[in-house]
Protein backbone atom coordinates (compact mmCIF):
# COMPACT_ATOMS: atom_id res chain seq x y z
CA UNK A 1 0.00 0.00 0.00
CA UNK A 2 1.36 3.74 -1.20
CA UNK A 3 1.61 6.44 0.74
CA UNK A 4 -0.59 8.17 -1.74
CA UNK A 5 -3.65 6.26 -0.86
CA UNK A 6 -3.86 7.86 1.85
CA UNK A 7 -4.69 11.40 1.55
CA UNK A 8 -4.43 14.08 -1.20
CA UNK A 9 -1.49 16.17 0.72
CA UNK A 10 0.85 12.97 1.07
CA UNK A 11 2.84 13.07 -1.68
CA UNK A 12 2.55 9.83 -4.23
CA UNK A 13 6.63 9.94 -4.65
CA UNK A 14 8.70 8.04 -3.19
CA UNK A 15 11.47 7.60 -1.51
CA UNK A 16 10.62 8.41 2.08
CA UNK A 17 12.94 8.38 5.09
CA UNK A 18 10.75 7.24 8.11
CA UNK A 19 13.81 7.77 10.68
CA UNK A 20 12.97 11.04 12.95
CA UNK A 21 13.49 12.05 16.39
CA UNK A 22 11.19 14.16 18.74
CA UNK A 23 13.03 17.52 20.14
CA UNK A 24 12.41 19.43 23.27
CA UNK A 25 14.19 22.42 22.36
CA UNK A 26 14.90 24.09 18.90
CA UNK A 27 18.73 25.15 19.24
CA UNK A 28 21.13 25.08 16.73
CA UNK A 29 22.74 22.28 18.11
CA UNK A 30 20.04 20.05 18.67
CA UNK A 31 19.04 20.55 14.76
CA UNK A 32 22.57 19.45 13.86
CA UNK A 33 22.36 16.53 16.27
CA UNK A 34 19.04 15.40 14.90
CA UNK A 35 20.19 15.87 11.27
CA UNK A 36 23.35 13.90 12.40
CA UNK A 37 21.30 11.09 13.63
CA UNK A 38 18.43 11.05 10.69
CA UNK A 39 20.32 11.47 7.99
CA UNK A 40 22.76 9.20 9.00
CA UNK A 41 23.92 6.15 6.50
CA UNK A 42 22.34 7.00 3.70
CA UNK A 43 19.36 8.78 4.70
CA UNK A 44 18.22 12.39 3.69
CA UNK A 45 15.49 14.33 4.89
CA UNK A 46 14.36 12.68 8.43
CA UNK A 47 11.75 14.06 10.40
CA UNK A 48 11.93 15.73 13.30
CA UNK A 49 8.68 16.61 15.92
CA UNK A 50 8.44 20.23 17.40
CA UNK A 51 6.17 21.62 19.96
CA UNK A 52 5.33 25.31 19.94
CA UNK A 53 3.85 27.13 22.25
CA UNK A 54 1.08 30.22 21.62
CA UNK A 55 3.32 32.73 23.88
CA UNK A 56 6.05 31.56 21.53
CA UNK A 57 5.30 32.68 18.19
CA UNK A 58 7.90 35.25 17.00
CA UNK A 59 7.98 34.83 13.32
CA UNK A 60 12.05 35.73 13.32
CA UNK A 61 12.66 33.03 15.28
CA UNK A 62 10.46 30.37 14.04
CA UNK A 63 11.48 31.60 10.47
CA UNK A 64 15.35 30.79 11.10
CA UNK A 65 14.55 27.57 12.61
CA UNK A 66 13.05 26.54 9.44
CA UNK A 67 15.72 27.76 7.42
CA UNK A 68 17.98 25.88 9.51
CA UNK A 69 15.84 22.69 9.04
CA UNK A 70 15.66 23.42 5.55
CA UNK A 71 19.48 23.85 5.47
CA UNK A 72 19.74 20.81 7.43
CA UNK A 73 17.79 18.77 4.92
CA UNK A 74 14.91 17.77 8.10
CA UNK A 75 11.35 17.96 7.86
CA UNK A 76 9.10 19.38 10.71
CA UNK A 77 6.33 18.54 12.15
CA UNK A 78 4.88 21.10 14.08
CA UNK A 79 2.62 20.11 17.68
CA UNK A 80 0.41 22.94 18.20
CA UNK A 81 0.38 24.29 22.39
CA UNK A 82 -1.31 26.40 24.56
CA UNK A 83 0.72 27.48 27.67
CA UNK A 84 1.12 26.23 31.35
CA UNK A 85 -0.98 27.85 34.05
CA UNK A 86 -2.04 26.56 36.96
CA UNK A 87 -0.89 22.96 36.91
CA UNK A 88 -2.38 22.53 33.40
CA UNK A 89 -2.19 23.23 30.06
CA UNK A 90 -4.80 25.87 29.29
CA UNK A 91 -7.59 24.56 27.11
CA UNK A 92 -7.15 25.94 23.47
CA UNK A 93 -10.00 28.13 22.04
CA UNK A 94 -12.17 28.34 19.17
CA UNK A 95 -11.77 32.29 18.81
CA UNK A 96 -7.52 31.28 18.58
CA UNK A 97 -7.67 29.48 15.67
CA UNK A 98 -7.41 32.87 13.63
CA UNK A 99 -4.06 33.77 15.14
CA UNK A 100 -2.49 30.46 14.68
CA UNK A 101 -3.63 30.45 11.25
CA UNK A 102 -2.11 33.97 10.43
CA UNK A 103 1.33 32.97 12.16
CA UNK A 104 1.90 29.46 10.73
CA UNK A 105 0.93 30.77 7.23
CA UNK A 106 3.68 33.93 7.68
CA UNK A 107 6.10 31.21 7.80
CA UNK A 108 8.11 30.12 5.00
CA UNK A 109 7.95 26.26 5.71
CA UNK A 110 10.42 23.52 4.38
CA UNK A 111 9.10 21.66 2.73
CA UNK A 112 5.24 21.46 0.38
CA UNK A 113 3.07 19.21 3.27
CA UNK A 114 2.46 21.91 6.18
CA UNK A 115 2.49 19.03 9.26
CA UNK A 116 0.28 19.95 12.57
CA UNK A 117 -0.54 18.41 15.59
CA UNK A 118 -3.24 19.97 17.13
CA UNK A 119 -1.97 19.68 20.89
CA UNK A 120 -1.16 17.09 23.01
CA UNK A 121 -2.96 13.97 24.89
CA UNK A 122 -6.11 15.49 25.58
CA UNK A 123 -7.40 12.06 27.42
CA UNK A 124 -5.16 13.74 30.02
CA UNK A 125 -6.75 16.43 32.33
CA UNK A 126 -3.57 18.16 33.39
CA UNK A 127 -3.16 18.06 29.12
CA UNK A 128 -6.27 20.21 29.00
CA UNK A 129 -7.45 22.81 31.55
CA UNK A 130 -7.50 20.66 34.56
CA UNK A 131 -10.21 18.46 33.12
CA UNK A 132 -11.14 15.82 30.24
CA UNK A 133 -13.89 17.11 27.61
CA UNK A 134 -13.81 14.75 24.32
CA UNK A 135 -16.34 17.32 22.57
CA UNK A 136 -15.43 20.84 23.66
CA UNK A 137 -11.88 19.22 22.21
CA UNK A 138 -13.38 18.22 19.34
CA UNK A 139 -14.65 21.48 18.69
CA UNK A 140 -12.06 22.94 19.07
CA UNK A 141 -10.16 20.36 16.44
CA UNK A 142 -13.13 20.79 13.79
CA UNK A 143 -12.33 24.89 13.94
CA UNK A 144 -9.00 24.39 13.89
CA UNK A 145 -8.53 21.52 10.79
CA UNK A 146 -11.33 23.73 8.85
CA UNK A 147 -9.17 27.14 9.14
CA UNK A 148 -5.99 25.62 8.24
CA UNK A 149 -7.18 23.64 5.46
CA UNK A 150 -8.96 26.53 3.90
CA UNK A 151 -6.15 28.43 4.26
CA UNK A 152 -3.74 26.47 2.17
CA UNK A 153 -4.59 22.61 0.51
CA UNK A 154 -0.74 22.38 1.81
CA UNK A 155 -1.38 21.84 5.56
CA UNK A 156 -1.61 18.02 6.80
CA UNK A 157 -3.30 18.16 9.75
CA UNK A 158 -3.36 15.35 12.62
CA UNK A 159 -5.39 14.88 15.86
CA UNK A 160 -3.33 15.56 19.23
CA UNK A 161 -1.77 11.83 20.22
CA UNK A 162 -3.70 9.81 23.11
CA UNK A 163 -2.41 8.48 26.44
CA UNK A 164 -3.77 5.09 25.54
CA UNK A 165 -2.56 3.59 29.28
CA UNK A 166 -5.28 6.24 30.57
CA UNK A 167 -7.56 4.88 32.72
CA UNK A 168 -11.19 6.24 32.73
CA UNK A 169 -11.16 8.47 35.46
CA UNK A 170 -13.04 11.78 34.82
CA UNK A 171 -12.54 14.51 34.66
CA UNK A 172 -8.56 13.44 35.36
CA UNK A 173 -8.60 10.86 32.38
CA UNK A 174 -10.75 9.21 29.89
CA UNK A 175 -10.02 5.94 28.41
CA UNK A 176 -8.34 6.54 25.07
CA UNK A 177 -11.50 4.70 23.09
CA UNK A 178 -14.06 6.20 25.42
CA UNK A 179 -13.06 9.46 24.45
CA UNK A 180 -12.58 9.17 20.82
CA UNK A 181 -16.30 7.31 20.94
CA UNK A 182 -17.53 10.50 23.10
CA UNK A 183 -15.68 12.91 20.73
CA UNK A 184 -16.92 11.40 16.91
CA UNK A 185 -20.73 11.05 18.21
CA UNK A 186 -20.56 14.42 19.97
CA UNK A 187 -19.21 16.19 16.56
CA UNK A 188 -21.28 14.87 13.72
CA UNK A 189 -19.80 11.28 13.63
CA UNK A 190 -16.72 10.44 11.72
CA UNK A 191 -17.14 11.10 8.01
CA UNK A 192 -17.84 14.93 9.09
CA UNK A 193 -15.61 15.30 11.91
CA UNK A 194 -12.59 13.54 10.15
CA UNK A 195 -13.26 15.50 6.96
CA UNK A 196 -9.93 17.89 7.14
CA UNK A 197 -7.97 15.71 9.05
CA UNK A 198 -5.39 14.16 6.73
CA UNK A 199 -3.22 11.61 8.85
CA UNK A 200 -2.88 10.29 12.73
CA UNK A 201 -0.57 10.76 15.32
CA UNK A 202 0.09 8.10 17.46
CA UNK A 203 1.64 7.99 21.36
CA UNK A 204 2.59 4.04 20.77
CA UNK A 205 4.80 3.80 24.11
CA UNK A 206 5.73 0.04 25.16
CA UNK A 207 3.37 -0.06 27.58
CA UNK A 208 2.59 -0.47 30.94
CA UNK A 209 5.77 1.07 32.52
CA UNK A 210 7.52 1.34 29.03
CA UNK A 211 9.13 -1.89 29.04
CA UNK A 212 7.30 -4.18 26.76
CA UNK A 213 9.17 -5.85 23.80
CA UNK A 214 9.88 -3.95 20.79
CA UNK A 215 7.73 -6.97 19.16
CA UNK A 216 4.81 -6.53 21.64
CA UNK A 217 1.35 -5.97 19.71
CA UNK A 218 -2.01 -4.74 21.06
CA UNK A 219 -3.08 -1.43 22.36
CA UNK A 220 -0.39 -1.14 24.95
CA UNK A 221 2.14 -1.53 22.96
CA UNK A 222 4.36 -0.14 20.77
CA UNK A 223 2.50 -0.78 17.85
CA UNK A 224 -0.74 0.91 19.74
CA UNK A 225 -1.34 2.56 16.47
CA UNK A 226 -2.23 -0.73 14.84
CA UNK A 227 -5.28 -0.96 17.73
CA UNK A 228 -6.61 2.76 17.24
CA UNK A 229 -6.39 2.20 13.20
CA UNK A 230 -9.24 -0.64 13.98
CA UNK A 231 -11.06 1.11 16.50
CA UNK A 232 -11.22 4.00 13.99
CA UNK A 233 -12.62 2.02 11.41
CA UNK A 234 -14.99 0.86 13.66
CA UNK A 235 -16.35 3.95 14.71
CA UNK A 236 -16.68 4.97 11.24
CA UNK A 237 -13.92 6.62 9.33
CA UNK A 238 -13.41 5.40 5.93
CA UNK A 239 -10.34 6.93 4.75
CA UNK A 240 -6.89 5.40 5.44
CA UNK A 241 -4.82 7.35 7.55
CA UNK A 242 -0.90 7.28 7.19
CA UNK A 243 0.51 7.10 10.03
CA UNK A 244 2.98 9.58 12.31
CA UNK A 245 4.63 7.92 15.27
CA UNK A 246 5.61 11.38 17.00
CA UNK A 247 6.13 9.85 20.39
CA UNK A 248 7.65 6.24 21.52
CA UNK A 249 10.90 5.02 22.83
CA UNK A 250 12.26 3.30 25.69
CA UNK A 251 13.79 5.15 28.82
CA UNK A 252 17.52 4.18 30.18
CA UNK A 253 17.87 3.31 33.77
CA UNK A 254 21.09 5.07 33.69
CA UNK A 255 20.40 8.99 33.95
CA UNK A 256 21.69 11.51 37.45
CA UNK A 257 19.58 8.77 39.32
CA UNK A 258 19.63 5.41 38.35
CA UNK A 259 16.20 4.18 37.59
CA UNK A 260 16.59 0.33 38.01
CA UNK A 261 12.31 -0.37 36.86
CA UNK A 262 14.04 -0.03 33.16
CA UNK A 263 16.14 -1.28 30.56
CA UNK A 264 19.67 -0.62 30.30
CA UNK A 265 20.94 1.61 28.03
CA UNK A 266 22.29 -1.33 25.87
CA UNK A 267 19.24 -2.90 25.86
CA UNK A 268 17.35 -0.20 24.85
CA UNK A 269 19.44 0.40 22.06
CA UNK A 270 18.99 -2.90 20.76
CA UNK A 271 15.19 -2.61 21.03
CA UNK A 272 15.33 0.53 18.92
CA UNK A 273 16.97 -1.16 16.57
CA UNK A 274 14.42 -3.98 16.45
CA UNK A 275 11.68 -1.40 16.42
CA UNK A 276 12.70 0.61 13.29
CA UNK A 277 13.93 -2.40 11.05
CA UNK A 278 10.01 -3.09 11.49
CA UNK A 279 8.93 -0.06 11.24
CA UNK A 280 10.78 0.54 7.68
CA UNK A 281 8.60 -2.69 6.47
CA UNK A 282 5.43 -1.02 8.15
CA UNK A 283 3.73 0.75 4.61
CA UNK A 284 1.30 2.70 6.72
CA UNK A 285 3.94 4.28 8.76
CA UNK A 286 5.54 7.65 7.08
CA UNK A 287 7.36 8.40 9.83
CA UNK A 288 8.75 7.65 13.61
CA UNK A 289 10.05 10.43 16.07
CA UNK A 290 11.24 8.64 19.06
CA UNK A 291 11.10 11.13 22.09
CA UNK A 292 13.06 12.69 23.34
CA UNK A 293 16.94 13.71 21.53
CA UNK A 294 17.63 16.01 24.58
CA UNK A 295 16.13 16.45 28.13
CA UNK A 296 18.86 17.41 30.96
CA UNK A 297 16.23 18.07 33.46
CA UNK A 298 15.12 14.87 35.85
CA UNK A 299 11.63 14.94 34.52
CA UNK A 300 12.10 13.04 31.31
CA UNK A 301 15.84 12.75 31.79
CA UNK A 302 15.33 8.80 31.03
CA UNK A 303 14.05 9.50 27.77
CA UNK A 304 16.51 11.38 26.75
CA UNK A 305 19.19 10.24 24.16
CA UNK A 306 21.46 12.91 25.29
CA UNK A 307 23.60 12.40 28.48
CA UNK A 308 23.26 14.78 30.61
CA UNK A 309 25.80 17.52 30.97
CA UNK A 310 26.00 17.74 34.59
CA UNK A 311 27.21 13.46 34.77
CA UNK A 312 30.67 15.11 32.70
CA UNK A 313 30.66 12.35 30.62
CA UNK A 314 32.96 11.63 27.66
CA UNK A 315 30.36 10.35 25.45
CA UNK A 316 27.48 12.75 24.50
CA UNK A 317 25.08 9.97 23.45
CA UNK A 318 23.40 6.67 25.01
CA UNK A 319 23.83 3.72 22.98
CA UNK A 320 20.74 4.25 21.06
CA UNK A 321 22.15 7.27 19.14
CA UNK A 322 25.17 5.60 17.89
CA UNK A 323 23.47 2.46 16.82
CA UNK A 324 20.29 4.39 15.39
CA UNK A 325 22.51 6.51 13.53
CA UNK A 326 24.26 3.45 12.19
CA UNK A 327 21.20 1.96 10.70
CA UNK A 328 21.14 2.04 6.61
CA UNK A 329 18.35 4.83 5.65
CA UNK A 330 16.67 5.85 2.69
CA UNK A 331 17.36 9.20 0.74
CA UNK A 332 14.10 10.68 1.27
CA UNK A 333 13.13 13.13 -1.55
CA UNK A 334 9.78 15.37 0.22
CA UNK A 335 7.73 17.95 -2.67
CA UNK A 336 9.13 21.20 -2.03
CA UNK A 337 7.01 24.16 -3.02
CA UNK A 338 8.77 25.45 -6.55
CA UNK A 339 8.72 29.27 -7.39
CA UNK A 340 11.15 31.58 -9.40
CA UNK A 341 11.47 34.91 -10.75
CA UNK A 342 13.64 35.38 -13.64
CA UNK A 343 14.63 38.75 -14.61
CA UNK A 344 16.17 38.85 -18.15
CA UNK A 345 16.19 41.40 -21.02
CA UNK A 346 16.72 40.33 -24.11
CA UNK A 347 17.58 42.46 -27.32
CA UNK A 348 15.10 41.71 -30.27
CA UNK A 349 17.85 42.21 -33.03
CA UNK A 350 21.48 40.17 -32.60
CA UNK A 351 24.29 39.06 -35.40
CA UNK A 352 25.08 36.36 -36.96
CA UNK A 353 28.20 34.67 -36.18
CA UNK A 354 28.46 35.86 -32.71
CA UNK A 355 28.80 35.08 -29.12
CA UNK A 356 27.04 37.38 -25.92
CA UNK A 357 26.55 37.37 -22.88
CA UNK A 358 23.48 38.69 -20.78
CA UNK A 359 23.19 38.86 -17.01
CA UNK A 360 20.44 37.05 -15.74
CA UNK A 361 18.27 38.02 -12.34
CA UNK A 362 16.70 34.97 -10.39
CA UNK A 363 14.68 35.32 -7.22
CA UNK A 364 14.32 31.96 -4.93
CA UNK A 365 10.19 32.53 -4.10
CA UNK A 366 10.09 28.90 -3.27
CA UNK A 367 11.04 26.37 -0.41
CA UNK A 368 14.21 24.59 -1.54
CA UNK A 369 17.80 25.59 -1.66
CA UNK A 370 19.26 25.84 -5.36
CA UNK A 371 23.00 24.80 -5.53
CA UNK A 372 24.37 23.38 -7.90
CA UNK A 373 25.40 20.66 -5.65
CA UNK A 374 21.71 19.14 -4.87
CA UNK A 375 21.26 19.06 -8.50
CA UNK A 376 19.40 22.37 -9.61
CA UNK A 377 20.67 24.47 -12.68
CA UNK A 378 19.28 26.78 -15.06
CA UNK A 379 18.56 25.33 -17.96
CA UNK A 380 19.00 27.21 -21.24
CA UNK A 381 17.82 25.61 -24.90
CA UNK A 382 17.58 27.13 -28.22
CA UNK A 383 16.56 25.74 -31.85
CA UNK A 384 19.34 25.69 -34.02
CA UNK A 385 20.12 29.20 -35.26
CA UNK A 386 22.10 28.87 -32.12
CA UNK A 387 24.40 27.22 -29.04
CA UNK A 388 22.86 28.61 -25.83
CA UNK A 389 23.60 27.88 -22.34
CA UNK A 390 23.80 29.23 -18.64
CA UNK A 391 26.14 29.59 -15.74
CA UNK A 392 25.44 27.55 -12.64
CA UNK A 393 23.66 28.00 -9.31
CA UNK A 394 26.10 28.97 -5.98
CA UNK A 395 23.88 28.00 -3.45
CA UNK A 396 20.46 30.52 -3.15
CA UNK A 397 18.51 30.39 -0.58
CA UNK A 398 14.50 31.10 -0.35
CA UNK A 399 13.74 34.48 -0.61
CA UNK A 400 17.67 35.52 -2.47
CA UNK A 401 18.31 36.74 -5.66
CA UNK A 402 21.71 35.80 -7.17
CA UNK A 403 22.90 37.19 -10.98
CA UNK A 404 23.86 34.82 -13.49
CA UNK A 405 24.36 34.59 -17.00
CA UNK A 406 23.52 33.70 -20.45
CA UNK A 407 25.81 32.76 -22.80
CA UNK A 408 24.78 32.36 -26.08
CA UNK A 409 26.80 31.72 -29.54
CA UNK A 410 24.67 32.15 -32.51
CA UNK A 411 25.65 30.64 -36.17
CA UNK A 412 26.37 32.16 -39.62
CA UNK A 413 23.01 32.14 -40.66
CA UNK A 414 19.80 34.40 -40.51
CA UNK A 415 16.30 33.47 -38.95
CA UNK A 416 13.96 33.45 -35.75
CA UNK A 417 15.90 31.93 -32.36
CA UNK A 418 13.89 30.99 -30.01
CA UNK A 419 15.34 30.34 -26.37
CA UNK A 420 13.45 28.53 -23.52
CA UNK A 421 14.67 28.97 -19.98
CA UNK A 422 13.82 26.79 -16.81
CA UNK A 423 15.06 25.52 -13.62
CA UNK A 424 15.64 21.79 -13.18
CA UNK A 425 16.75 19.52 -10.63
CA UNK A 426 18.12 16.60 -11.84
CA UNK A 427 17.54 17.17 -15.55
CA UNK A 428 13.85 17.30 -14.08
CA UNK A 429 12.06 20.51 -14.29
CA UNK A 430 10.72 22.21 -10.92
CA UNK A 431 9.67 25.61 -12.59
CA UNK A 432 7.59 26.37 -15.55
CA UNK A 433 9.32 27.60 -19.06
CA UNK A 434 10.27 31.32 -20.04
CA UNK A 435 10.20 32.14 -23.82
CA UNK A 436 12.19 34.04 -25.59
CA UNK A 437 12.60 35.18 -29.71
CA UNK A 438 15.16 36.98 -30.97
CA UNK A 439 16.12 37.37 -34.66
CA UNK A 440 19.34 36.96 -35.98
CA UNK A 441 20.93 39.57 -38.93
CA UNK A 442 23.77 39.49 -41.19
CA UNK A 443 26.80 41.27 -39.62
CA UNK A 444 27.21 44.68 -39.84
CA UNK A 445 29.50 47.14 -41.70
CA UNK A 446 30.60 50.81 -40.12
CA UNK A 447 31.62 53.48 -42.44
CA UNK A 448 34.07 56.14 -40.27
CA UNK A 449 35.85 59.16 -41.55
CA UNK A 450 38.94 60.33 -40.16
CA UNK A 451 41.54 62.95 -41.18
CA UNK A 452 44.88 63.24 -39.50
CA UNK A 453 46.33 66.60 -38.29
CA UNK A 454 48.00 68.38 -39.93
CA UNK A 455 47.93 66.28 -43.29
CA UNK A 456 44.07 66.45 -43.38
CA UNK A 457 42.07 64.25 -45.11
CA UNK A 458 44.87 60.84 -46.23
CA UNK A 459 44.90 57.55 -47.68
CA UNK A 460 47.19 56.11 -45.43
CA UNK A 461 47.31 52.37 -43.68
CA UNK A 462 48.05 50.87 -40.28
CA UNK A 463 44.44 52.00 -38.63
CA UNK A 464 43.01 49.51 -35.12
CA UNK A 465 39.86 49.77 -34.98
CA UNK A 466 38.20 48.28 -31.54
CA UNK A 467 34.86 48.47 -29.85
CA UNK A 468 33.75 48.00 -26.42
CA UNK A 469 30.75 47.79 -24.56
CA UNK A 470 29.14 48.75 -21.27
CA UNK A 471 31.28 47.10 -19.01
CA UNK A 472 34.23 48.23 -21.04
CA UNK A 473 35.43 44.52 -22.64
CA UNK A 474 36.70 44.79 -25.84
CA UNK A 475 34.01 42.84 -28.25
CA UNK A 476 35.28 43.58 -31.98
CA UNK A 477 38.65 44.44 -32.73
CA UNK A 478 40.17 44.51 -36.09
CA UNK A 479 43.88 45.93 -37.10
CA UNK A 480 45.19 46.57 -40.76
CA UNK A 481 42.35 48.93 -41.80
CA UNK A 482 43.13 51.32 -44.57
CA UNK A 483 41.99 54.87 -45.12
CA UNK A 484 41.28 56.15 -48.68
CA UNK A 485 40.84 60.10 -48.95
CA UNK A 486 39.91 60.11 -45.07
CA UNK A 487 37.35 57.44 -45.80
CA UNK A 488 37.35 54.16 -43.78
CA UNK A 489 35.43 51.01 -43.55
CA UNK A 490 34.96 48.17 -41.27
CA UNK A 491 33.07 45.17 -42.93
CA UNK A 492 31.72 41.90 -41.15
CA UNK A 493 31.65 42.74 -37.72
CA UNK A 494 29.62 40.63 -35.13
CA UNK A 495 29.34 40.06 -31.33
CA UNK A 496 27.23 43.66 -31.31
CA UNK A 497 23.25 44.22 -30.39
CA UNK A 498 21.60 46.10 -32.65
CA UNK A 499 19.84 49.45 -31.33
CA UNK A 500 22.57 48.92 -28.32
CA UNK A 501 25.25 51.89 -28.43
CA UNK A 502 29.11 51.01 -28.31
CA UNK A 503 32.48 52.94 -27.93
CA UNK A 504 34.59 52.96 -30.62
CA UNK A 505 38.02 53.99 -30.59
CA UNK A 506 40.28 53.77 -34.13
CA UNK A 507 44.25 54.07 -33.32
CA UNK A 508 47.05 54.26 -35.60
CA UNK A 509 50.72 53.91 -33.99
CA UNK A 510 52.52 57.47 -33.27
CA UNK A 511 48.89 59.78 -32.73
CA UNK A 512 46.96 60.21 -30.03
CA UNK A 513 43.78 57.77 -30.02
CA UNK A 514 40.30 59.01 -31.14
CA UNK A 515 36.92 57.63 -29.84
CA UNK A 516 33.37 58.34 -30.37
CA UNK A 517 29.86 56.27 -29.84
CA UNK A 518 27.38 54.87 -32.15
CA UNK A 519 24.33 53.09 -31.45
CA UNK A 520 24.16 50.22 -33.91
CA UNK A 521 21.65 50.26 -36.56
CA UNK A 522 21.22 46.79 -39.20
CA UNK A 523 21.01 49.74 -41.77
CA UNK A 524 24.17 52.02 -42.25
CA UNK A 525 26.16 53.00 -39.58
CA UNK A 526 28.67 55.77 -39.97
CA UNK A 527 30.78 57.64 -37.40
CA UNK A 528 33.12 61.00 -37.81
CA UNK A 529 36.08 60.88 -35.70
CA UNK A 530 38.02 64.31 -34.40
CA UNK A 531 41.11 64.50 -36.03
CA UNK A 532 44.09 62.47 -34.86
CA UNK A 533 47.17 64.35 -33.35
CA UNK A 534 50.53 63.47 -32.61
CA UNK A 535 52.66 62.88 -31.30
CA UNK A 536 52.22 59.38 -28.84
CA UNK A 537 55.59 57.81 -29.64
CA UNK A 538 55.02 55.60 -26.37
CA UNK A 539 51.09 54.66 -27.19
CA UNK A 540 49.85 55.60 -23.86
CA UNK A 541 46.59 57.34 -25.49
CA UNK A 542 48.11 60.72 -24.72
CA UNK A 543 51.24 63.42 -24.95
CA UNK A 544 53.52 63.76 -22.66
CA UNK A 545 56.90 64.84 -21.88
CA UNK A 546 57.95 61.47 -22.58
CA UNK A 547 57.12 61.87 -26.36
CA UNK A 548 58.84 65.06 -26.77
CA UNK A 549 62.34 63.53 -25.74
CA UNK A 550 61.51 60.90 -27.82
CA UNK A 551 60.95 63.47 -30.70
CA UNK A 552 64.28 65.04 -30.24
CA UNK A 553 65.71 61.65 -30.13
CA UNK A 554 64.55 60.71 -33.23
CA UNK A 555 63.38 63.89 -35.21
CA UNK A 556 63.37 62.26 -38.69
CA UNK A 557 60.74 59.94 -37.25
CA UNK A 558 58.75 62.51 -36.26
CA UNK A 559 58.44 64.19 -39.20
CA UNK A 560 56.50 61.43 -41.00
CA UNK A 561 53.69 62.56 -39.18
CA UNK A 562 53.56 65.97 -39.81
CA UNK A 563 54.20 66.36 -43.56
Known amino acids: ?157 MLAGLDAAAPNQFPQYADEEVFLKQMVTGNGGAETFFENIDGWATHSYPNYGFVSSPYATGRPSVRTYVWELGLLGRLGVKKELPVFVTETGWPHAEGVTNKYGYFT ?105 W ?14 EADVWASDFSKLLPGQEEQMWLYLKTKDQEGVLSIELQITRNDRPVEQEDHFQVTILPRVNIDFEESLFPKGKVTAEGFKFVIFDEQERPIYQKDGIRLKGGEGKVEDINNLVVGKEYRLVLLKQGYIPRQARLKVNDQENRIVFEPMVPFDIDEDGKFTVKDGWSCLRNFEECKSYWF
Open 265 to 369: ENKVAQNFVAYFKQMVSDQRVVAVTPFVLNYQSELFEHFSWRIPEKLGSQRRFYQQYEIVQQMAKTAGLPEQRQEAEIGVSLPEKVLANSTYQFPIQIKNKGQAV
Open 1 to 157: MGIACYAPTVRAQEPNNKFGIHLAGVSNQDLEDAAALVNSNGGDWGYVTIVIQENDRDVNKWQAVFDKMRELHLVPIMRLATSFQDGSWKRARVDQTTDWVNFLDSLNWVVKNRYVILFNEPNQGAEWGGGVDPVGFGKVVEEFAKALKENSPDYFV
Open 371 to 384: SLEDGYKLKATAND
